[in-house]
């Protein structure tokens, strides 16, 4: 061979390209919106009590309007996906060509990382936090900042494997962020809206930031 | 003198610098169309194109022709085959540069 063909980062700035735009953390951050909307209603007091009053006026239309909310979430979900994908190829990638980006982001490894993580601060955050079994509310911000751990865990191990250094700063600070709702005194609702808005917010800033850069470096290149 | 002993193991369809390239962009994507590979491996069309009619061949890649509109469209997946005959063959080339480097 005349020269030597860095393989990795070929196959890496492919795979990054979905990410440098920024475009997938605004969608994300917009999934993480609905999540924490979805969960508090359903999770908290003031919801349950908005629901219970709602089944008494009419069960019919309650139970349809709930069910309403799965397509809703999917269509928001896929609707903004083929925005994206209309932006980019109208605008963004313009001038580079079409690329299909792989269905599941996130390698394998990654995301029995992940797993194992939650995992792991449920079973120690139930023994160290939740010492009252009466205390629900402590039990389930337990199992809210595990999660929120484990989307940082994913979020930094994508910033590795990628090069991409914005991820390994949400990851960082939005995993840190969750783990800190374990000590709040937040009742299962807020807790659920709270790590859903820690997310929302870290993606969103993490998206405008990318996609700022994105737009600069296009009408650079243009001019 | 060092003997690099170059490795006869290497998939001769692969190592060629050109389809190297294209297997190492798909290896990235779900699919790629012809305007994006030419972009990110720097091949004119006609090389592209030779490359690309070769690894479908051999049962590495799988090309798709369709109309974005009225335009023709040409793009290009990995099969399994392929991902895992890329995927061998990086170990490979990574030992083998480990090897010259160290030699």
Redesign the interface.
Known sequence: MNERIDLDSLTRNTRRLEFEDGLNDLQNSLVFLLLSLLGTLFMSTAGITLYMRAMIFNEEITTIALLALIPLFVLITFGARRLIARYRKQVLWRHLGEVEPFRWQVDSRVSVLAAAIWLAVVIVGLFAFAGDPMDLDADMRVLVAAGGIATGVIYFAMGQTLAIQRYRWVGLIGGLLSAALIITPLNVGLSWLAFGLIWMVMLMVSGIYALRGTLMKLRASVS | MTDYSFPTQLDRMI?N?GR??IM??????????????????ELNKGTLSKHLSALEESGYIEITKSFKGKLP?T?AQLTPQGRRAFKKY?KQ??EF?KSVDEG
Do not use: I, K, M, W
Not at chain 2, 24 to 36: H, P
């Open positions: 190592h610098p190297l390239s190492a962009v798909l290896a990235g994507c779900e699919r790629a169309d012809f305007t994006f590979l030419e972009q990110t491996t469209n793009s990086r080339y990574q540069l």
